[in-house]
Structures are given as C-alpha cells and as structure tokens.
C-alpha cells in the first residue's frame, strides 16, 4: 500500500531554517508526480510546492516564493523541502501528497 512519512519539523526561531522529508513507498515514485500542502489551525490547506517526476518541473505557492525549496531524489523515493527564512506564519502541519494519498505530517512551528 502507498505509504508517505514525513519528518524533519520541528521548533524554530524566525529567520531560521528546517528541512523536511518524505519517505515513499508502494508506488512508482520515479513516475510520480508529489507535492508538499500545509495548513495552518483555522486556515484552509495550501500548496507549499510541487515537483514532476522526470523534468523535475517545480512550482511554488506564492507564500513561499524565494524561500523553500523542494527537490526529490528518486534513487531513495525521497522528497525533500528545504525551509529557509521562517516566518511566524509559516507554522503549520506540513505534509507530503501524491495522487490521493497524504502522509501523517510533521508538525512545524515558527516561534521566538
């Protein structure tokens, strides 16, 4: 069965940094399409990144623009989201997706 497991969150200070990962399994993850959502309490989820399987092509929300980066390596069917410039804001349950299936998400908290 799919399986995504994400871990890495954690407590940070503002202007700080975190990087998160996603173990897959029980799918092709080399054909894959995967993303990271977030939400935030109260807040309805949104997309923090995407990337494609082959091309790699990658896509941002627009809250994370110029600060996260995500990347995948398919030889370990990991993906990874690289958190830089925390903003309060930013706290949130991240969590890995693909297709229909979602990981269990890693809570991540922005605080001084």
């Known amino acids: 069965q799919v399986q ?60 994370v623009k110029g600060r996260f980066t995500v990347s995948r390596d398919n030889a370990k069917s990991t993906m990874y989201l690289q958190m830089n410039s925390l903003k309060l804001e930013d706290t949130a349950v991240y969590y890995c997706t693909h297709d229909i299936y979602w990981g269990q998400g890693t809570q991540v908290t922005v605080s001084s």
């Open 4 to 63: 995504l497991v994400e871990s890495g969150g954690g407590l940070v200070q503002p202007g700080g940094s975190l990087r998160l990962s996603c173990v897959a399994s029980g799918f092709t993850f080399n054909n894959s399409y995967m993303s990271w959502y977030r939400q935030a309490p109260g807040k309805e989820r949104e997309l923090v990144a995407g990337i494609t399987s082959v091309l790699g092509i990658i896509k941002y929300g627009d809250a």
